[in-house]
Nanobody, 128 residues
């Protein structure tokens, strides 16, 4: 059974940093896509940062480029989202998601269409 456990959310002042971690189990980081999505109150869910083994690239939402970094530790089956320079508009519930198997899309595609396995969200609140 695929399980994704996200942690690291919290309350931070604008300009601060948070590090989200997603511990994955039930699959190995061989063929996969994994990423972080967020949903703010009253807004649609959006893909923030994704990695796909099909293209080996990372995709970032335009508004987080230069501030957020996604990385994976294949040995530990963990993916981390380092968030620096946080802004109030980054507030929302952040979800870790994964596609298991040979990816059909690249990182951009999965961040746009979503993935098949989802973890419970972790709240990120940025105060201005």
């Amino acid at each position: 059974e695929v399980q994704l456990q996200a942690s690291g959310g919290g309350l931070v002042q604008a300009g601060g940093s948070l590090r989200l971690s997603c511990a994955a189990s039930g699959f190995t980081f061989d063929d996969y896509a994994i990423g972080w999505f967020r949903q703010a109150p009253g807004k649609e869910r959006e893909g923030v940062a994704c990695i796909s083994s099909s293209d080996g690239r990372t995709y970032y939402l335009e508004s987080v480029k230069g501030r957020f970094t996604i990385s994976s530790d294949n040995a530990k089956n963990t993916v981390v989202l380092q968030m620096n320079g946080l802004k109030s508009e980054d507030t929302g519930v952040y979800y870790c998601a994964a596609y298991v198997g040979t990816p059909t899309y690249g990182s951009y595609g999965y961040c746009k269409v979503g993935m098949e396995h989802w973890g419970k969200g972790t709240q990120v609140t940025v105060s201005s």
